[in-house]
Every structure is written in structure tokens, then in C-alpha cells.
């Protein structure tokens, strides 16, 4: 099944199945997939020994994404199993109320057809998102990178076996072998897929968008900012920074950018810089935070620098006049993704909350937070940084929407 | 302000001032808008007044859409009160919870930013948009039919003044009094735009999605279906079927296929075809129903009647084997807007709602009742047909998003 009308035309064919099957049976799936994943553990690890190899050129930040080991298996399997755990949203039955012309209205959940997420090299969202459409009854087209293609196609065999043994269509989720970008222009083109989400940087988001002709739900890049307020406790604002920016630095979450109150500058930023400049970050600054902390520790942040994710241990830091500064450059510099403000003023908080159009804003917390497991949606298919159907980390719900119900008694209108 | 560029950069400016506008100051401007529509009735019945006679030889279902009288102005002024009373959706916040990481996880309500809606001929439309834009805090460019156009501009004159009054940027609404389509193309892409809401047939929508740079919410026509099932209670299916046929024939919630199980068929379609051709509506049947009524009573269906929304005193009528071929019919040639089951059977609504892929889905009520203002909203945008952010009739709601508010203590993650 190689080309994409056959890929388009088997998911299509699975939907409905997968639409209506029980929840039983979608958890006897999942359970059968961690089982199997457990199972198969040493032979998806030397896949992606494969994959790593074909990878030893390629950035640290990158291998790093594409990683697969025993704790890493683990954790996919935890979230599997947080999914099996978490209620069915389909049939859900929200909001009946009985209207004064006699009728009654309401909503219920229903997923929302066929899926096709196209993401990058992190093999462990090829069983993430399996997880997530199974349990809310979607068929799903599954693209990763081509980087990390033999762990998504020893993960996908996992998830055909579990199918199968709960006596769900295999169809309902499709591992793409074919790493063509020929076959993704197909796909995006095809009938009966219902929603593209694509993962990843600018260029891939406006290929994708300028192609499809299904709705498109963006993944962007996080070009996450920390904003350290005047009237911010340094301490918090220094942790939270140094886990923002060093936890991990290839993932969406990271801190890319650093703001800080000018009131709070001259105290913070050798402290910060210090703190940083040990764990091997690079810092790009501009002119203020270069004289506070020193042009040989801090090159010149170029505009560019505002706009980058880095993925990488580099930092861009930027002393701003005010809180309003802090929001107007976050909006205008930002990807809309994550970003937080450290600060003890309610006042700070509350105009930060609203006006910083983030999918999440942050009070005193690491934007290393912004994940689905950290949310309670057991997993996530991506972060969406757009404003519709679903913001922010995307779970059970985001792949699902609700339509009308209307009950009568034989009830015309007036 | 003529240009496309001057219209978006006007309305974008004007988005943060009404996103953060009090809800007092909101409902003043609405209220503003009730009384100005009341003492500028009889110019706005005047600016119709020339629409209506350049419209003189355009179809009855056209004009009927047109009209502006007396009743139709007094229900714009219902709906904007009606949207006044309602809870301001702006800045609520749900969901809050504690996570295990000690960090709490919620969501707040936000408007979407600049909202760009394209419709037909029905002006009401003008005043029930606007209304809901700025109490959802949006801003709002709206560009109905050019056969409205004065109508629409009398309209516009009573929301700016509204909004003056109030405080409110005028810019929130904009009326674009230049109908010409390359300005509608222009504003497709547009910046700052954040989503466009087409109205209308399946040229439009595929053209606003051909070439809109932004999100689109697609509010397709309404191809509605009433199934008759084999335990329907055969009075309220008569009853429905002529409430959702020739209460208004103009309007997308008008039913234009009738569906009837094969044993309800030879003592049910005598009796509703009486009913219809009494009332003056051409029917056009399946063989089964020709030789039941007769072919001089009813012209054959092609396949092309299946897909057709009439707006017009004709019906297509099919008789089905069972209810599961009801749902296949309704899938394939519907448009998704609203279908409706008459029975008495649990059984055949638990099906029927399961798997009609439609926004609304009613059992024994007529599909004239898909409408916001039916649905409790207030008033509506349209009833969107995308299975995306919003579903059925769009009210407040369906113009706001929410996005993830996180509160720490100096929290990290581990």
C-alpha cells in the first residue's frame, strides 16, 4: 500500500470502525500496544541504533530528538497506559437543556475522521499520537521524519499487531515507510483526510499550509521567552530560567529568549549569565545586557536572534523599558507558543495573562511545563500554536469535536 | 479607507482595544446599536428599499433573503438584546486543577483577534455579526452581497455610531461598502487577518479556501434531509416534513431531500404528497416513489437533485431499504449541515446520531429549528459545516479560543 489515494482510501475505510468501536476494545488495543512495544523493546531500540548511526553527523540537539533507549521506551509506554486510563471522549453528551420552543439541544463528542500528522525526528510521537487517535476513534496517517524511519516502522509494526488483536482495523493506523516528499504533496491533496497537523519550523508549516487542501492544524516552533518582572524573586526567576533554557534544549519547550525589567537588570543578569555561561550556554545580547554583563561574555543579538529557535545551547537576552515592552516584543518576535513571565505582582500577571497571545502564558512556572503529560492529557499529539478547533498541548479532546443533537416530540418551528 | 492593506491594518489596531474592553462598555455599545437600529428604521427599510428594486428580477428566495421590514429590524433588535443578556465569554477561566508537579493548569476564554466574514444577501446578518464581534471582543471586517449593499452600509452607520458612543474603536466593525472582488481577494491575504468565514454555496467555499492565506470556518449551504423510518409516528413525520420544507424556503436550514423507508413508503407518500403539491412544491422521486404517487404527480430524480439545495419550493424524494442506506445517502450527497430522523425507535436515533456525519443531527424535530437563536446563542454568524474549532450555529463561543494559563511557585521541572 504505497501511494497515497491506497493510503487515503484504507484510512477512510477504517474511520467508521474505529469511530464506533467500544471503549473497551480501543483499550484492549492500547494495552496490547504497550505490551508489544515491551515485548519488542530490544528490537526497536536496535532500529533506532540504525537510525542513530545514519544520524552521527547530523546537530547534538537533533540526536538528541531522535534518541530511543530503555527509559525513553518506558516513558512511551507510561503514556500509553495513562491513555488507556483516561475517560472515553467519544459519546460524551454536553449542555442538554430544554429550549422554550419544546425542543432539547445539546452536543456530543465524535472524532473527527482521518488524521495525518506529519512531525520530526522524535520516533516516540509515532506511538504518541497512534495512542491518542486510537482512543479517540480516528484513523490516522503517521509521517515522521525520514531520519527516524526505521524506529517509526518498528514502532507502527507494534501498533498493527495490537490492532489486530483487539479486532480493530489495521488500517486505522497507517505508518508512512515511504519517506518521499512527493507522497506528502500526494496526501495533502487527497479526499477523505479530514485534517493535516503538521510539526515543525516555518518552512515546514507554510508548505503545508500552501498546499492542503484539508484544514490545517499548525505545530509551530516554540520560540518560548522567560520575562524576568522588577518585581520578580530572583531566585525563582533564576531557576526557572537555567530549567527553561538547559533541561533539554532540543525540545519545543525550551526558553529560546530571555527578557528582563530594566529595574531588575543590573542584579540578575551578571548572576544569570554566570549561572549560564557554566553549563556552556551561549548568550547574545542586546547593547544594555552586553555593558551589564560584559561584550566578551555576550555577542551582539542581531534581530534575527529575536526571531530563533536555536534548539541548541544559545540564549538571546534583551533588557526592556517596561512590562508592556516585554508584551509587545513576545507578540511580535514570538511563534505563539510558550512563554513566562516571573514577577509577585498580581497586576503584572493579570496583563501578561491577557495580552500575551500565547497557546500557554506562565506565572512563576519553567515553559519546560508546556507538554500534555505535565497537562494531565496523558500524552500529546504536538503543541498547536494556532488560535483554532485546539490550542496549546494536544490530547484526547483536540482530535475530537462536538456536533448538535437536537430531541423533539414531533416539533416543528413557529 | 478603501484599500485591503488600510482595512486590516485599521481593524488589527482596533483588536487589542476591544479584546480587552469591558464587558459594561461592550454592552453599551450594544445597547447603542438596539436603539440607533430602532430610530434609523426607516432609513434602513429605505436603503432596502433600493436594494429590493434592483433586485426586482432576481428569484422570490433571493428577495425573501433581501427584505428588510419592520418585524425583521424589530428581530435584529431581539437578537443584539437577547446577545447583551448573555454571559461575557472574555476572560473566564476553566478547568484549574492542580498537577502532581505542583505547578496549576488551567484555561482562559480570549477572543481571536480580526475576524473576516463573507455572506449573501440576508442584511440581518450584518447586525447579528457585528453584535456578536464585539461582545466576544473581536474585531470584525464584514462584507455581505453586493445586492445588500445599501442596506448593509445603513446597517454599518448604526454600528459606528454605536461604537463611539461607547468608546469602543469604531474601526471594531468594518463594513466594506466596495463590493468588488478583487478587494475580497486582496483581504484573503491580507496580515492580520486571524480567520475568514465564508457563507454560502460550494463555489464560494471553495474559492475563500483556494485562496485565503488564513484559517478558514466554512459555513457551506445546507443540503437537510428528513429520514422517515419505519416506526415513525406517521402525523409528526407529515408535520415535520412540511415545517422543514415551507416554513421559509430561502433559508439553509430548509429541508431539500426527503428520505422514507421502504415500509413506510405506500401509505406515507400519498398522504405527504398531497400535502406538498397542495402547498404549490414540485417533487422529483426515485422510481419507487414515482410508481407510488405517480410520475404525473413526480418528475424523476437525477443524482444531481440529491446534491441540491433548491432554496425553492422543490423536493427530492428517495426511498430507502433501511436506515443504515438513509445514512449512506445522507453522508455521500448532504453537506453536513442538518438532518433529521422521525422515529419512534431508540434503536434508530442511537445509529442515526452516531453516524450521521452532520453539525446537527434532530429526532423528531424539523431542521427549521438549526439556528442560533433556536439553539439558545443569542443570535449566530452561520451555522458552520467544518468539523473544526466550531460546528453547527456559531455563536459567541465559536469567536473565542482558550489558551492554557500555568501558575508555579518558582516551579521547575524535574
Chains 1, 2 share one sequence.
Request: with cysteine; proline share 4%.
Amino acid at each position: 500500500m504505497n501511494t497515497a489515494a491506497a493510503i487515503a482510501t484504507a484510512s477512510k475505510a477504517a474511520a467508521p470502525h474505529i469511530a464506533k468501536a467500544k471503549t473497551a476494545a480501543k483499550n484492549t488495543a492500547l494495552l496490547a500496544l504497550a505490551a508489544e512495544l515491551r515485548a519488542q523493546a530490544n528490537a526497536i531500540v536496535a532500529a533506532n541504533g540504525k537510525d542513530m548511526a545514519a544520524a552521527a553527523k547530523l546537530p547534538t540537539a537533533l540526536k538528541d530528538r531522535l534518541l530511543l533507549d530503555e527509559n525513553r521506551i518506558q516513558a512511551m509506554l507510561t503514556g500509553i497506559e495513562t491513555i488507556t486510563a483516561l475517560p472515553d471522549p467519544i459519546g460524551e453528551i454536553n449542555n442538554m437543556r430544554m429550549m422554550p420552543s419544546g425542543i432539547r439541544v445539546g452536543q456530543i463528542r465524535v472524532p473527527l475522521g482521518v488524521i495525518f500528522a506529519i512531525y520530526e525526528s522524535r520516533p516516540n510521537v509515532t506511538a504518541d499520537i497512534a495512542a491518542l487517535a486510537i482512543k479517540s476513534g480516528n484513523a490516522v496517517i503517521l509521517r515522521g521524519g525520514k531520519e527516524a524511519n526505521h524506529s517509526n516502522i518498528a514502532i507502527g509494526t507494534c501498533v498493527q499487531a495490537a490492532l489486530k488483536h483487539a479486532g480493530l482495523p489495521p488500517d486505522t493506523v497507517h505508518v508512512v515507510s515511504d519517506t518521499a516528499r512527493s507522497l506528502v504533496d500526494k496526501l495533502l491533496v487527497s479526499d477523505g483526510i479530514d485534517l493535516v497537523i503538521p510539526r515543525g519550523g516555518r518552512g515546514l508549516i507554510e508548505t503545508v499550509t500552501q498546499k492542503a487542501r484539508m484544514p490545517v492544524l499548525k505545530h509551530l516552533e516554540g520560540n518560548c521567552h522567560v520575562y524576568v518582572d522588577s518585581q520578580a524573586n530572583m531566585t525563582q526567576a533564576c531557576d526557572i530560567v537555567i530549567n527553561a533554557k538547559t533541561r533539554r534544549y532540543g525540545v519545543c519547550a525550551a526558553a529560546e529568549s530571555l527578557l528582563v525589567h530594566k529595574s531588575a537588570a543590573a542584579t540578575f543578569l551578571p548572576e544569570i549569565s554566570t549561572e549560564l555561561l557554566e553549563r556552556g550556554v551561549e548568550l547574545r545580547g542586546c547593547d544594555t545586557t552586553q555593558k551589564i554583563i560584559g561584550s566578551d561574555k555576550c555577542q551582539t543579538a542581531s534581530e534575527d536572534d529575536w526571531r530563533t529557535e536555536y534548539l541548541a545551547p544559545i540564549i538571546s537576552i534583551k533588557v526592556v523599558p517596561s512590562l508592556a515592552a516585554a508584551i509587545t516584543h513576545i507578540n511580535q518576535f514570538g511563534s505563539g507558543h510558550t512563554d513566562t513571565i516571573v514577577t509577585d505582582s498580581v497586576g503584572a500577571w493579570q496583563q501578561f495573562m491577557r495580552e500575551v497571545d500565547s497557546s500557554s502564558v506562565m506565572l512563576n512556572a519553567s515553559t519546560a511545563f508546556a507538554d500534555g503529560g505535565e497537562y494531565g492529557l496523558g500524552a500529546e499529539v504536538g503543541i498547536s500554536t494556532d488560535k483554532f478547533h485546539a490550542r496549546g498541548p494536544v490530547g484526547l479532546r483536540g482530535l475530537t469535536c462536538e456536533k448538535y443533537i437536537i430531541i423533539g416530540d414531533g416539533s416543528v418551528r413557529a
